[in-house]
Nanobody
Framework: VQLQASGGGSVQAGGSLKLSCAAS????????VGWFRQAPGKEREFVTA????????YYEDLVKGRFAISGDNAKNTVYLQMSSLKPEDTAVYYC?????????????????????WGQGTQVTVSS
């Protein structure tokens, strides 16, 4: 499956952005989708993940209540709605996908467990 991430940009603190991750080559059925981010000089970190079948959803603690992941079956697209953005949210955001199975529930936050990655989209939040 090929992933195309888009929607990044520059906003002021407190603003909102909506990222999109469109899949081609295969539908998201039987997959889990995650968003990760990487700030300069830091490791890639987990943001949120979502199992397409069943809808199990997880969020990193720092984004809970501010970010929301969702999916659109008809468009084969996953979204990341980001609100109340903070300067520390500045990073390149990546969407990723992996086959869904029982192991997802214990490893959803591990980037190495995702097989497919989008190209990344820059999010910059200024104070």
């Amino acid at each position: 499956v090929q992933l195309q991430a888009s929607g990044g940009g520059s906003v002021q603190a407190g603003g909102s952005l909506k990222l999109s991750c469109a899949a081609s080559g295969r539908t998201f059925d039987n997959y889990a989708v995650g968003w990760f981010r990487q700030a300069p000089g830091k490791e890639r970190e987990f943001v949120t993940a979502f199992a397409w079948s069943g809808g199990a959803t997880y969020y990193e603690d720092l984004v809970k209540g501010r970010f929301a992941i969702s999916g659109d079956n008809a468009k084969n697209t996953v979204y990341l709605q980001m609100s109340s953005l903070k300067p520390e949210d500045t990073a390149v955001y990546y969407c990723a996908a992996r086959s869904f199975g029982p192991t997802f529930f214990g490893t959803y936050y591990q980037p190495t467990r995702y097989n497919y990655w989008g190209q990344g989209t820059q999010v910059t939040v200024s104070s």
